[in-house]
C-alpha cells in the first residue's frame, strides 16, 4: 500500500507544487523552514463586530533571527574544503565556495547561538507592529509580562521587544523574566509521547522519503574535482544538508546581500532538501499518523495555559497581556494542536504535505508567533470573541463561527478542551493504560 | 516595598582610605546584618549624598559604566545543600532540638523557594538596576538627552542580560528618544568577564595559606550555635562539621535578603553580630587575598582586569571623538568588579600588604565595593567637542570615588592624567 501511495503522492504533489513552489521562488529564504526570518509586512485587520475592545493578548513567539547554535554548523563544512583544497580537488566554484564558508564561519565565530543584530531590529519591529495594529490594548493602567525560556537568544528577543514597547508606552506597567520555573507550559517535556517519535515503521518511511528527495551528485561535481576523492572522503548527504542549512542561514547576517550559497543548488535540489527537513518537523511535531499522530499533544499544557489565562483574564478591568518566547519547535507542535490554518493536517504521506499546505517556513518562522487576542465590550460581556494572529496574519481556527476570522470564546475553548480532555482519557485513563 | 525593606538602614558613609571613618564594620552589620555577606550584600540603596555639581564652564557628555547584575537567587545548590544535608542526617538520629526543628523547617522553605531559579536575577534585583537606571538619567539628563546613544552589553549569563534589559527599559521610560543596542555575545566575553585561570590558581600561596589559616583560626567555629541547634552538641559533631554548618548556614540566612523571602529573618536572627562580624573577617580576607593587590602571592591579582581595563581606555579614546557619544553601558559580575577597582586603585582600595589583620584598620572593606547590582561608572565633562581638558569623575556605587593620582579640582581628575596613569600601570604589568 505504501508502495502504492508514494508515487501517487509524488504526482499529486508535482501537479500542485505550486504554492511551495511559487512561495520558494518569491524568497528562496523560505527554503530555510524554522530559519526562515520572517518579515514584518502590512497585514490586514478585519474590524471588530459589534465594536469589542480587545483585553488579553496572550502571544507567543520564537525567538526572532539568531547564528546557528552549533559551532560545527560552520566549522565542519569549511574542514572539509579547506582538506580537499590542500589536495587540489576543488573546483573554481569549489574554491569560491570555501572562500564563502570562511565568511560565515568568521561572522558567526564567537556567536553561535546568538541573536543576530537583524534579529534585534525584527524582534523591535514586530513589536512596534503588533502595538499599532491593537493600540486600544496598550493603555496606561494596561499590564504587559514578558517570559522567555533560559535561552539567550530567547531572552535578548524577549528583551528587544519590551525594550520596543517601554519606549512606545510612558509609563508602563511590564514584568520581564526568564525562568527555568516556567519550563512547564513554555516548554514542556513529554518522555513518553517522544519516545514514539521515531519508531522504526516511521523511519523506515521517512528513509525511503529521503532516498526519493536526495540528489547530490551534480552539486559533489560542480564543487570537487576527483569524484573518488568524494566517495572516498566525504559524506555526501551531511556535506549538502550542512551548505543547504548555511544557504538558508545567511540572511540573518550582516552578510546578508553580500554573499549566497543558494546559487550553488538548483531549484529542484532545493526543493528537494526543503521537502525532507519539512517532513522530519512535520513527523517530529506535527499530526503524522505514522508514529501515532500524537505529537503535538506534547504541547497540551501550552494551550491548557492559554485557556486557562484566557478565562482568568475576564475579571480584569485594563487590557493584560502575556508575552512568552520560546523555541520553534513549540511552536510547530502547538500550532499542529491548535489546527492554525492547515497545520492540523493528519496523514501517512510525507508527499501530500505540500499540497496540504503544512509547510515549515509558514508554521514557525524566526520571529514568528501565535497571538491570541480577546474582545468585549465590556467587563461582563458573556460573548468574548477572539482571534488568532498567526504569524501576523488572521488565522483560521477549527471552529464554526459565524464571525471569521473572530471565534466565540466559548466555542473555541470547548473544543481545544474537549480535544484535551480525549486525548488524556487514552493515556491517563486506568483501563486503557491497562490495555 | 523596598523603601520597607531598607527603612532602618542608615545611610553607609562611603569607606576609603582618604576619608575619616565615621562607622565602624561591626556598626554596619549591626544596622545591616546583609553587610556581613560580603558579595551577597543588596545594594546600598539609602544613599543619598549629593554629586558635587559639575566643574565650571562644562558638561557631562560621555558615561562609560561596568555593573554588576541585581539580587540574584544563589548561583548553585552546593551552598545550601552543605547545612541542609546535615541538618537532614542529625535529624534523621533525632538530634535536633526544637529550634534546630525550626530550622530545618526554614531550610527547606528556602530550599523549594529556590528550586529551578539558581542563579536568576530576582525582582529585587531588578528593581535595583531600575532605580540604578533612572537615577543616571537623572543624574546626568546631559548625557541621556533625547536621541542620545545608549550602548549596552552584557556578558551571557542570563541574570546579566536581564539586568541589561531591565536598566534599558527603565532608561526608556524616562527618555524614550535614547537610540538603544543591547548585545551579550561571548564575543566580548575576554574583556567582559575574563577570569585568569593561571592567577586564580596560584592565588593561595603558602605564605597566604599560612597567614589565611592563621587569620582564621580563631574565628570559624561557634560552638555556641551549635548547641542551640543540636542536643548533643558533642557526638553530633561525627556528622557535622561545625565550621562548615556555621559558614553556610549564616550566608543562607544572609542571602535572603536578596529574595522575596527578605522579611523572613528568622535564620538572620540565629546569629549575634558579633558571629556575622567574625565571617565577615573571614571572607573579607579571603577576598582580598583572591582579587585584591595582596603581598602574599606578589600582589598581582587585580591584573585580571587588564583586559577590561584597557577596553574602558580604548572606549573612551573612542567615544572622545564624537560629538554626543552618549552612554555605554557593561553588564557583569562582581569578581570583575572587585579586582578592577583594586587596579586602578578606587578609593584607596590597591592597598597593598602582607598582614591581613590590617585590612579592616585602613579601610579595605570588600561588602562597600560589591554588593549586588554594584557598579562603577565614569562621567566625563568637556565644554565643547574641541574642548582638549576632558575631566572624569568616578562613582562607585553612585558615590563620588577617589583615585590614586593628583587633581587640582576634586572629585574631578584630568582625563588625560587618569589615562597616562592607566597607561604606565598597564605597560609596567609587563604582560599583555
Known amino acids: 500500500m505504501i508502495a502504492i501511495a508514494l508515487p501517487c503522492g509524488t504526482v499529486n504533489a508535482q501537479a500542485q507544487t505550486d504554492i511551495v513552489g511559487k512561495e520558494l521562488k518569491s524568497d528562496v529564504n523560505r527554503a530555510a523552514g524554522i530559519y526562515y526570518a520572517m518579515p514584518v509586512t502590512k497585514q490586514k485587520d478585519t474590524a471588530v463586530p459589534g465594536g469589542k475592545k480587545p483585553f488579553y493578548i496572550n502571544h507567543y513567539s520564537c525567538p526572532s533571527s539568531y547564528y546557528l547554535t552549533n559551532p560545527k554548523d560552520y566549522e565542519a563544512p569549511y574542514a572539509i574544503f579547506a582538506r580537499a583544497d590542500s589536495l587540489g580537488k576543488l573546483t573554481k566554484l569549489g574554491h569560491d565556495v570555501m572562500h564563502r564558508l570562511d565568511l560565515l564561519r568568521q561572522e558567526a565565530k564567537d556567536r553561535t547561538g546568538e541573536l543576530t543584530a537583524k534579529g534585534a531590529r525584527q524582534s523591535r519591529e514586530l513589536m512596534r507592529q503588533l502595538v499599532e495594529r491593537i493600540p486600544d490594548a496598550f493603555v496606561e493602567k494596561g499590564y504587559y509580562?514578558?517570559?522567555?525560556?533560559?535561552?539567550?537568544?530567547?531572552?535578548?528577543?524577549?528583551?528587544?521587544?519590551?525594550?520596543?514597547?517601554?519606549?512606545?508606552?510612558?509609563?508602563?506597567?511590564?514584568?520581564?523574566?526568564?525562568?527555568?520555573?516556567?519550563?512547564?507550559?513554555?516548554?514542556?517535556?513529554?518522555?513518553?509521547?517522544?519516545?514514539?517519535?521515531?519508531?522504526?515503521?516511521?523511519?523506515?518511511?521517512?528513509?525511503?522519503?529521503?532516498?526519493?528527495?536526495?540528489?547530490?551528485?551534480?552539486?559533489?561535481?560542480?564543487?570537487?574535482?576527483?569524484?573518488?576523492?568524494?566517495?572516498?572522503?566525504?559524506?555526501?548527504?551531511?556535506?549538502s544538508r550542512q551548505l543547504f542549512r548555511l544557504a538558508g542561514n545567511i540572511q540573518h547576517t550582516e552578510l546578508a546581500g553580500k554573499i549566497k550559497l543558494w546559487d550553488i543548488f538548483t531549484t529542484e535540489e532545493i526543493r528537494h532538501h526543503w521537502r525532507k527537513q519539512n517532513a522530519w518537523h512535520y513527523i517530529n511535531y506535527g499530526g503524522c499518523t505514522l508514529?501515532?499522530?500524537?505529537?503535538?499533544?506534547?504541547?497540551?499544557?501550552?494551550?491548557?495555559?492559554?485557556?486557562?489565562?484566557?478565562?482568568?483574564?475576564?475579571?480584569?478591568?485594563?487590557?493584560?497581556?502575556?508575552?512568552?518566547?520560546?523555541?520553534?519547535?513549540?511552536?510547530?507542535?502547538?500550532?499542529?494542536?491548535?489546527?492554525?490554518?492547515?497545520?492540523?493536517?493528519?496523514?501517512s504521506n510525507l508527499d501530500s504535505l505540500e499540497t496540504a499546505g503544512w509547510a515549515d517556513y509558514r508554521i514557525a518562522p524566526l520571529g514568528g508567533s501565535i497571538v491570541m487576542i480577546h474582545y468585549r465590550s465590556e467587563r461582563n460581556d458573556p460573548d468574548v470573541l477572539v482571534k488568532v494572529l498567526f504569524n501576523g496574519h488572521e488565522a483560521r481556527l477549527p471552529v464554526e463561527t459565524d464571525c471569521a476570522p473572530y471565534y466565540h470564546w466559548q466555542d473555541v475553548k470547548n473544543y481545544y478542551l474537549r480535544k484535551l480532555y480525549r486525548y488524556e482519557n487514552t493515556r491517563f485513563n486506568r483501563k486503557n493504560r491497562r490495555r | 516595598m523596598n523603601n520597607n525593606r531598607i527603612l532602618g538602614f542608615l545611610f553607609i558613609l562611603h569607606t576609603s582610605l582618604f576619608t575619616l571613618q565615621s562607622q565602624t564594620v561591626i556598626d554596619l552589620i549591626r544596622e545591616k546584618p546583609s553587610y556581613a555577606s560580603c558579595n551577597y550584600d543588596i545594594y546600598p540603596d539609602s544613599i543619598t549624598k549629593p554629586l558635587t555639581p559639575?566643574?565650571?564652564?562644562?558638561?557631562?557628555?560621555?558615561?562609560?559604566?561596568?555593573?554588576?547584575?541585581?539580587?540574584?537567587?544563589?548561583?548553585?545548590?552546593?551552598?545550601?545543600?552543605?547545612?541542609?544535608?546535615?541538618?537532614?542526617?542529625?535529624?534523621?538520629?533525632?538530634?535536633?532540638?526544637?529550634?534546630?526543628?525550626?530550622?530545618?523547617?526554614?531550610?527547606?522553605?528556602?530550599?523549594?523557594?529556590?528550586?529551578?531559579?539558581?542563579?536568576?536575577?530576582?525582582?529585587?534585583?531588578?528593581?535595583?538596576?531600575?532605580?540604578?537606571?533612572?537615577?543616571?538619567?537623572?543624574?546626568?539628563?546631559?548625557?541621556?538627552?533625547?536621541?542620545?546613544?545608549?550602548?549596552?552589553?552584557?556578558?551571557?549569563?542570563?541574570?546579566?542580560?536581564?539586568?541589561?534589559?531591565?536598566?534599558?527599559?527603565?532608561?526608556?521610560?524616562?527618555?524614550?528618544?535614547?537610540?538603544?543596542?543591547?548585545?551579550?555575545?561571548?564575543?566580548?566575553?575576554?574583556?567582559?568577564?575574563?577570569?585568569?585561570?593561571k592567577l586564580r590558581r596560584n592565588y593561595m600561596t603558602p605564605e597566604a595559606r599560612k597567614a589565611y589559616d592563621a587569620y582564621i583560626a580563631s574565628r570559624m567555629g561557634n560552638s555556641r550555635l551549635m548547641a542551640e541547634i543540636f542536643k548533643n552538641p558533642d557526638i553530633v559533631k561525627e556528622i557535622v562539621d561545625e565550621e562548615d554548618f556555621n559558614y553556610y548556614l549564616m550566608k543562607m540566612g544572609l542571602f535572603q535578603a536578596n529574595t522575596h523571602l527578605w522579611l523572613n529573618t528568622y535564620l538572620q536572627n540565629l546569629f549575634e553580630t558579633e558571629e556575622l562580624y567574625r565571617m565577615w573577617q573571614v571572607d573579607n580576607a579571603l577576598w582580598y587575598i583572591q582579587h585584591g593587590a595582596c603581598k602574599l602571592n606578589g600582589g598581582r591579582q587585580p591584573t585580571s582586569q587588564r583586559y577590561l581595563l584597557r577596553q574602558l581606555i580604548a572606549d573612551a579614546d573612542s567615544c572622545l571623538q564624537l560629538e554626543k557619544p552618549g552612554a555605554q553601558l557593561r553588564f557583569g559580575h562582581e569578581t570583575v568588579l572587585l579586582p578592577l577597582v583594586c587596579?586602578?586603585?578606587?578609593?584607596?582600595?590597591?592597598?597593598?600588604?602582607?598582614?591581613?589583620?590590617?585590612?579592616?584598620?585602613?579601610?579595605?572593606?570588600?561588602?562597600?565595593?560589591?554588593?549586588?547590582?554594584?557598579?562603577?561608572?565614569?562621567i566625563f565633562y568637556r565644554s565643547s567637542p574641541k574642548d582638549k581638558d576632558v575631566l572624569l569623575k568616578v562613582l562607585l556605587n553612585e558615590q563620588e570615588a577617589t583615585l590614586p593620582i593628583a587633581t587640582d579640582c576634586a572629585p574631578y581628575y584630568h582625563w588625560a592624567d587618569f589615562r597616562r596613569y592607566c597607561m604606565d600601570k598597564l605597560s609596567a604589568l609587563n604582560i599583555f
Open chain 2, 54 to 197: 559639575s566643574p565650571a564652564g562644562k558638561r557631562p557628555f560621555y558615561i562609560s559604566h561596568y555593573g554588576r547584575h541585581g539580587s540574584r537567587y544563589i548561583s548553585n545548590r552546593s551552598g545550601y545543600d552543605t547545612p541542609y544535608l546535615m541538618m537532614l542526617h542529625a535529624d534523621s538520629v533525632d538530634d535536633l532540638t526544637p529550634i534546630g526543628k525550626r530550622v530545618l523547617h526554614e531550610i527547606q522553605i528556602i530550599m523549594a523557594d529556590t528550586e529551578n531559579r539558581w542563579g536568576e536575577l530576582t525582582s529585587y534585583g531588578k528593581e535595583q538596576q531600575r532605580k540604578i537606571a533612572r537615577r543616571m538619567t537623572k543624574n546626568f539628563p546631559e548625557v541621556l538627552c533625547p536621541g542620545a546613544r545608549v550602548k549596552a552589553i552584557s556578558t551571557v549569563v542570563p541574570r546579566c542580560i536581564e539586568s541589561m534589559g531591565t536598566a534599558v527599559m527603565e532608561l526608556l521610560q524616562a527618555q524614550p528618544t535614547l537610540q538603544v543596542t543591547m548585545e551579550a555575545s561571548k564575543r566580548t566575553m575576554w574583556y567582559m568577564n575574563h577570569q585568569d585561570n
Open chain 1, 145 to 239: 509580562t514578558a517570559r522567555s525560556i533560559v535561552q539567550n537568544h530567547c531572552i535578548l528577543t524577549m528583551e528587544e521587544a519590551m525594550t520596543q514597547l517601554s519606549a512606545m508606552r510612558q509609563p508602563l506597567q511590564m514584568s520581564v523574566r526568564s525562568s527555568h520555573q516556567e519550563q512547564a507550559f513554555m516548554n514542556p517535556q513529554d518522555k513518553l509521547l517522544t519516545d514514539h517519535r521515531t519508531d522504526s515503521l516511521t523511519m523506515a518511511h521517512f528513509n525511503r522519503f529521503t532516498d526519493l528527495n536526495t540528489s547530490d551528485a551534480r552539486l559533489m561535481e560542480s564543487l570537487f574535482n576527483d569524484q573518488h576523492y568524494v566517495i572516498a572522503n566525504i559524506d555526501t548527504e551531511t556535506l
Open chain 2, 343 to 378: 587596579l586602578i586603585g578606587i578609593n584607596g582600595y590597591d592597598l597593598a600588604t602582607d598582614n591581613l589583620d590590617e585590612l579592616e584598620a585602613r579601610g579595605w572593606w570588600c561588602s562597600s565595593i560589591f554588593p549586588m547590582a554594584c557598579n562603577v561608572q565614569f
Open chain 1, 291 to 347: 508514529n501515532g499522530g500524537k505529537q503535538p499533544f506534547l504541547q497540551r499544557s501550552t494551550l491548557r495555559n492559554m485557556i486557562h489565562m484566557g478565562d482568568s483574564m475576564m475579571n480584569r478591568y485594563a487590557p493584560l497581556m502575556h508575552n512568552r518566547y520560546t523555541h520553534e519547535s513549540v511552536m510547530l507542535a502547538l500550532a499542529s494542536l491548535m489546527e492554525l490554518d492547515n497545520c492540523g493536517v493528519q496523514t
